[in-house]
């Protein structure tokens, strides 16, 4: 489907490709089978000419023969007029039988059927029409042919055939010749054969003299006054070699059809011909190309419609599917580059056109990057939907208040960016002032009056940056410094970027610290009410060369947005599991231990199974682990963690909320999730015992956690009163300063041996 989306028209091109060729493919097959057809039909009615003459002249030959042996017994039979006379009528039976001569070996006529006045009659020695036939009459066996020619006596174009009467002693007695009218001979086989005139029929003589020729239309007897001509014969020869690799003499001794295409003076001929041994004779019938081709025409031109008909109707689908396809994909484009939620421009909208902004020839702009303030309060207080609406209100504000050239984004959240042709510094001030003027005015949402501020950095360029990404990083560090203030405006300057570029040398020196082994693992005890040790938490630590101790607060983050986490992660779990194991060895005891688990290395695909499997190869208890997770993720993907976390609690892996209380967590939340444990925020301890309402936070903390039967965890003590206030509200365990710092493993066993173990 992807394919067909993609590639339409291709496909389309294609299919018509296709269809072409099988069109040509059936053209040719039907040209092939129509000359096929031709070719059989002309050899059929070949056939048929070629028996049916050898058929009438054989029978010639026996009537030949038995008047010839007639007058050889009986010398006087010419003078019986009785005889002459059943002679003639029955030659009436044989209308193309002009006359029976009888001619002596001198060449003289002797007499003539229907009596014929034979005094002034040529001598067929001395006539050259004649005397090469009858010289081979005089040594045949058999009748001989003579050569077609227009006998004057009769005022017509004769055939005459003729037979040797011989002597016991085989000398010529007489020759007996017969005048065949040439129309009523090879004339009358043809015609009644081809009766459609389809074919050009010729028949040859050995010595190249035409017998017959008819194209089926008036008569031209032209050919038979001179013999074939020699340019004729040899390219006929040629084309028989080209068609059957052989000679035409080859064929002389067949009495098959035999069939070539001939071309000659710019017109083509489909030719098939057959030998007659016996009389000598070679019969042909031709067919014009052009008639062939004509009859493919016709053919073709339906085929041809046919094609057209099924072309037009795949391409009028096509079309269908085009246009249509065309306007989902226009609909799925706006969808593509525009938000939905305000309908206006969108980052992809964005990455995909910047170069209409940046290029080589571009002028000067700025970028505009406004993010509201406190709008998060918005959403947790009222709800999302509301603060949709808001947003929705605020887009139709900034699209009222922008330039009308200039190209107005939502680039996530309650982030939008705006680029114009402004690059001024003061105009691009005072846009800005406006933009903050026209969202931070009040919005009337279900009878509710809410107001929201507003914080804009600005970026320009090619001043600030030369692509997208270096404008848009100039520009939220500008309006980054405006959140500091909330509701102001600021243009971007290169001392702003010194914050930015210790994170960007976080981020570089951080993909090298686990190899040059700068990172390693602390762990601070935590201890129950009555002082007992209970476990510890493994927290990470990162001494720099270059940049000396940074703090996790500073480098998780970044490992986070630069997708190093999970290796990150990987060293922390492999390395608290490697140190805990060993200390554990080393005293003979088990101990809880809580690890920091990143958002964003918790939702990685296989995290659960990669835990439950370094769990099993380091054998360690999943009863004595707990996985402390930060409240806002809880809250923000539940339905993607429930089903991890599910996983984790099967096997024996006991959970853990950090930083309980900063975030909005529901109780029905809270009842729904696996939780084993409540992690009251360090904040909340450091300002209970100087305010009130951050001590009955922490009291509620713990209140919760009972309800829900859940240990409750204090971080951060630091002073007995802190411990007592906490142990009086009924926390279970404490963590912080006034128990222990942070420690490696080597000072964790000496810790947990003198704590446990107290020299007595």
């Known amino acids: ?54 058929a009438l002249y054989r029978t010639n030959e026996i009537m030949l023969d038995i008047l010839g042996h007639r007058f050889l017994e009986d010398a006087s039979y010419q003078d019986n007029q009785s005889a002459m006379a059943i002679l003639d009528a029955a030659l009436e039976g044989s209308p193309a039988i002009i006359s029976i001569a009888l001619v002596d070996p001198q060449g003289n006529m002797l007499f003539a059927t229907n009596n014929l006045d034979v005094s002034n009659f040529p001598n067929l020695l001395e006539q050259p029409q004649s005397r090469e036939s009858f010289i081979e009459v005089m040594n045949s066996e058999t009748m001989v042919f003579g050569r077609t020619y227009f006998f004057e006596p009769f005022q017509d174009w004769i055939v005459p055939i003729r037979k040797a009467i011989r002597n016991p002693d085989g000398s010529v007695y007489r020759v007996i010749t017969a005048a065949l009218r040439l129309e009523d001979s090879f004339g009358h086989i043809v015609k009644n054969i081809d009766q459609e005139n389809r074919y050009l029929s010729l028949i040859v003589r050995e010595d190249m003299h035409v017998q017959y020729a008819s194209n089926g239309k008036e008569r031209d007897y032209a050919p038979y006054q001179k013999l074939l001509p020699s340019s004729k014969q040899e390219a006929m020869n040629k084309a028989v070699e080209k068609a059957h690799d052989k000679t035409v003499n080859d064929f002389s001794g067949l009495d098959q059809p035999t069939t070539f295409v001939y071309t000659a003076e710019n017109t083509s001929h489909l030719i098939s011909f057959q030998n007659n041994t016996v009389y000598k004779l070679r019969f042909m019938l031709m067919t014009s190309m052009e008639v062939l081709k004509k009859d493919f025409t016709k053919i073709l031109a339906t085929y041809f419609l046919i094609f057209l008909s099924i072309i037009g109707v795949l391409y009028a689908l096509f079309r269908i599917i085009a246009t249509a396809e065309a306007k989902r994909n226009s609909d799925l484009l706006h969808q593509a580059t525009h938000d939905q939620l305000t309908g206006l421009l969108n980052r992809s909208y964005l990455k995909n056109n910047v170069d209409h902004w940046i290029h080589p020839q571009a002028s000067p702009f700025g970028l505009l990057y406004l993010d509201l303030d406190n709008f998060k309060n918005i959403n947790d207080s009222f709800g999302h939907h509301l603060g949709d609406t808001l947003l929705q209100k605020l887009a139709q504000r900034l699209r009222t208040a922008s330039p009308k050239e200039a190209a107005l984004l939502r680039h996530g959240g309650d982030e939008f960016i705006l680029l114009c042709s402004i690059h001024e510094d003061s105009e691009l001030v005072d846009l800005a002032k406006k933009l903050i003027e026209t969202a931070s005015k009040p919005y009337l949402i279900n009878s509710m009056r809410l107001n929201v501020g507003a914080s804009v950095g600005i970026a320009k360029y090619p001043e600030h940056g030369e692509s997208i990404d270096d404008l848009l990083r100039a520009a939220d560090i500008a309006m980054y410094e405006s959140k500091r203030l909330k509701n102001s405006v600021h243009l971007f300057k290169d001392t702003m970027q010194e914050r930015y570029l210790r994170n960007v040398n976080i981020e570089q020196a951080l993909r090298s610290a686990i190899e040059n082994h700068e990172l390693y693992m602390v762990y601070q005890p935590q201890i129950t009410a009555d002082g007992t040790f209970y476990g510890v938490e493994a927290l990470i630590r990162w001494n720099s060369p270059s940049l000396g101790n940074v703090p996790p607060d500073a480098f998780i983050p970044i490992a986070e947005a630069s997708g190093q986490m999970p290796s990150l992660g990987r060293y922390i779990i492999e390395t608290t599991f490697a140190d805990i194991k060993q200390v554990q060895h080393s005293l003979g005891i088990t101990f809880s231990t809580s690890i920091n688990i990143s958002a964003r290395q918790l939702l990685e695909p296989d995290f659960a199974t990669c835990f439950i499997e370094k769990m099993h190869q380091k054998d360690i208890k999943g009863i004595w682990l707990t996985l402390e997770i930060t409240e806002s993720l809880l809250i923000e993907d539940t339905p993607s963690i429930l089903p991890l976390l599910n996983a984790l609690k099967n096997n024996g892996v006991q959970l853990s909320m950090d930083d309980f209380g900063t975030g909005y967590s529901s109780l029905s939340m809270l009842r729904m999730l696996p939780i084993d444990e409540l992690k009251i925020d360090k904040s909340f301890i450091d300002a209970a015992l100087t305010n009130k309402d951050a001590q009955q936070m922490a009291q509620s903390i713990v209140t919760i956690g009972k309800n829900l039967e859940m240990d409750v965890v204090a971080e951060g003590i630091e002073t007995k009163e802190q411990l007592e206030m906490l142990t009086r509200f009924g926390c279970d365990r404490f963590q912080g300063y006034y128990f222990a710092r942070p420690m490696d493993k080597e000072a964790l066993a000496h810790f947990v041996k003198d704590t446990l173990f107290p020299l007595t």
Do not use: G, P
């Not at 018509?16 to 040209?31: D, I, N």
């Open 1 to 54: 489907m992807a394919l067909l989306k993609k590639n339409l028209w291709s496909i389309f091109y294609i299919l018509t490709a296709c269809l072409t060729l099988y069109f040509a493919y059936v053209s040719y097959a039907q040209w092939q089978r129509l000359f096929s057809n031709a070719q059989n039909s002309q050899e059929n009615t070949l056939r048929l000419i070629a028996n049916s003459t050898q």
